[in-house]
């Protein structure tokens, strides 16, 4: 799952003239992709069998039913009519079929089914990730072009020089500063949660008051400001790689205007490396927002595991685990097959 | 690389200072905060681990250019009244000695393995690039947070903050030996052909005494810069983890912990509490990185900007 896709499978196709070919070009992406989602389902499944682990080792699954109070004798009954008892092989087999089923226990703070708890949560991690994404794609593409279409200018090399002060500085920090000026210092700016939402059928959403979104500027900000350097960055390097090519270089000659180079040449060549190493942040990303929602006190994933960790709320936190694990597979897979219909040496259509 | 060193040379330490005087600067800056961490014992006016010492009556005060302060206390005291002059220099010595041990751990499992890996090839080197690529794409602060939150929630606070720091390096440390790996193997994989080793090899020397005695010598200055940057991205590990609740005890505290635990202080008015531990940490950082981007450049002029 981890490693580069080959997408070399179809590459010997693109220049097909042949329709049969084409068909073959199809079917090969086909069963490319189709590999890719036999792979993701294994990585889930392991990382499933990890999560059933990790409650076997921390928790007592009997404690999420029946709380402290209860005798051990009775305990031995409950246990044994529960199935407690039985070779873990076949608890794992109830724990994965329950998984199937979206049962991964029962939270033992807040009484209901841990994945109904985390999903409730989802909205709110998503929006700022959402808020923060837009503010790094908005800023970073002409940003980055900038830098690589004229690499000697002032205005090129101090947003590189700065670059590196942002990456310098920890995400809680970035918060923590936005805090001191534009909520203690100047007011004009809400320090913690959400503000006012609105209940969209299951997603609650702070997108649609004035007030929830005042509350989103700080925290996406904050989050955007970790991701921004490093796009710049890369941006710039594969733009710097493309239009060094020559295809740019014919483009020019035949009279092509350059920001028509640059944006429909070179940058639609440079996205395909950006969206692979974008896939690979998912991981980091969780971990920052994790940390941007603990700063801002955000009602998100994130703030809700680090709850679960300080009251040893053992099935919510597995369960945290398989879905961020989930949420890893999901965007690594959509990123391998995205980066395959991206490249503009495949046709899936057989037209070229 | 002696033909890029050499117009550095000619023009005298001076000219090498001038033209890298970013560099220079955070080198200086490093070096004092440095030493002003390892000589903390003896350079704090007060011993922030001895909490008889501390008086309720003197927290919260702020530093020496505000209004109220207390000549005793330069920076100010935190919420406990613990001088926080004192708690920031043996803050940055135990942020320090984590971050510097988890990248020996970093090294002492990625360099063999890079060595192995570009010196042997074949099927040790995909397995070792494998691995490698695995444990990059699974993201370090993800895996330590969520490392560290499963010992807390098995084992409870307590026995988290009694081994925080051994756990802090392992953990810190198992994470990221790929990237001394990767430059390791590659390094190695081009040392690999020249005449020496060969010669070397012709003369009857085990492999091992190659590797060891001869191409890791003339692979150390890229190990240099990827430690140098190492450090860093350890220091803010921790950090982040500290101020997630997952490190250093507030009874240890490092950067991150008097952070998170200045951190309510901000709303009540004293954010010198969180602000001033969090300037030294971005200094620290920043310098570090710009120090190993020059080295970066000097060693690779190539690389220049990237």
Redesign the interface.
């Given at each position: 799952m981890l490693a580069r896709p080959k997408l070399g499978l179809c590459h010997d196709y693109w220049f097909a003239a042949d329709p049969m070919i084409s068909i073959k070009a199809l079917a090969g992406a086909l069963a490319f992709i189709a590999h890719r989602l036999a792979q993701a389902l294994l990585v889930m499944l392991a990382i499933l069998i990890i999560a059933f682990a990790v409650r076997s080792a921390l928790g007592d699954p009997l404690r999420e039913i029946v709380g402290e109070a209860v005798p051990e004798v009775e305990r031995e009954t409950l246990r044994h009519k529960l199935g407690l008892d039985r070779p873990w092989p076949v608890q794992l087999a109830s724990y994965l079929s329950g998984a199937v089923h979206g049962d991964l226990g029962t939270s033992l703070i807040y009484k209901r089914p841990t994945l109904q708890v985390i999903l409730a949560k989802f909205p709110a991690s998503f929006e700022l990730v959402l808020g923060a994404s837009l503010i790094v794609l908005l800023l970073s593409l002409p940003i980055g072009i900038y830098c690589a279409v004229r690499p000697r200018a002032i205005g090129a090399r101090l947003i590189l020089g700065l670059s590196v002060l942002g990456i310098s500085v920890p995400v809680f920090l970035t918060g923590i500063f936005l805090i001191t000026i534009f909520s203690v210092w100047l007011g004009w700016l809400p320090a913690f949660g959400r503000g006012q939402t609105v209940q969209l059928g299951f997603w609650e959403t702070s997108l649609l008051t004035l007030d929830g979104l005042k509350h989103l500027v700080l925290p996406a900000l904050t989050l955007s400001s970790i991701m921004l350097p490093l796009f710049i960055r890369l941006v710039r390097g594969a733009m710097l790689d493309e239009l060094g090519h020559d295809y740019v270089r014919t483009a020019r000659a035949k009279g092509a205007r350059p920001l028509r180079v640059w944006l429909r040449h070179a940058l639609r060549n440079a996205l395909i490396p950006l969206v692979s190493v974008g896939g690979l942040q998912v991981g980091t990303l969780v971990a920052y927002t994790l940390l941007t929602e603990t700063v801002f006190q955000w009602p998100g994933m994130g703030f809700l595991f680090l709850e679960a960790v300080t009251r040893s709320d053992i099935p919510l936190i597995t369960t945290y685990l398989v879905a961020v694990g989930f949420l890893f597979v999901f965007v690594n897979t959509l990123v391998d097959i995205a980066s395959l219909m991206l490249d503009p040496r495949i046709s899936l259509e057989g037209t070229r | 690389m002696k033909g890029e060193a050499a117009p550095y040379a000619a023009r005298g330490v001076l000219g090498f200072a001038i033209e890298n005087s970013g560099a220079c600067l955070a080198a200086i800056l490093l070096g004092a905060i440095a030493l002003a961490a390892a000589l903390a014992p003896l350079i704090a006016p007060y011993n922030p681990f001895d909490l008889s010492s501390l008086d309720v009556l003197d927290a919260e005060l702020p530093p020496w250019w505000r209004e109220g302060s207390d000549p005793r206390f330069l920076l100010g005291t935190d919420a406990q009244g613990r001088d926080l002059l004192s708690a920031i220099l043996y803050g940055t010595r135990i942020s320090l000695t984590v971050g510097v041990l988890a990248v020996a751990i970093q090294a002492a499992i990625g360099v063999p393995l890079g060595l192995l890996a570009g010196y042997r090839g074949g099927g040790i080197d995909s397995l070792v690039t494998?691995f490698a690529?695995?444990q990059?794409?699974?993201?370090t602060?993800?895996?330590a947070?969520?490392a560290l939150?499963?010992f807390?929630?098995?084992l409870?606070?307590d026995a988290l903050s009694h081994y925080a720091v051994p756990l802090l390096v392992v953990v810190i440390g198992l994470a990221e030996w790929p990237y001394f790996a990767r430059t390791a193997r590659a390094s190695t994989q081009v040392e690999a052909t020249k005449d020496y080793v060969r010669a070397g090899r012709a003369l009857g020397g085990s492999s091992f005494g190659i590797v060891w005695r001869h191409i890791l010598p003339n692979i150390l200055s890229p190990l240099i810069v990827v430690a140098t940057t190492q450090v860093?991205g350890a220091v803010?590990a921790e950090?982040?983890l500290s101020?997630?609740?997952?490190g250093m005890p507030v009874t240890k505290p490092s950067l991150g912990t008097l952070?998170r635990s200045g951190?309510d202080l901000?709303?009540a008015?004293a954010?010198w509490v969180?602000?001033i531990p969090?300037l030294v940490?971005?200094v620290l950082?920043?310098s570090?990185?710009?120090l190993g981007?020059a080295l970066r450049d000097a060693l690779d002029p190539r690389l220049k900007?990237?």
């Open positions: - | 494998r690529d695995i990059l794409s699974l993201s602060l993800m895996m947070i969520i939150a499963l807390r929630a098995g409870g606070g860093a803010m950090a982040a101020f997630l609740g997952l952070i951190y901000i709303f008015g954010w969180t602000v969090g940490l971005i950082l920043v570090v990185n710009v981007d900007g990237r």
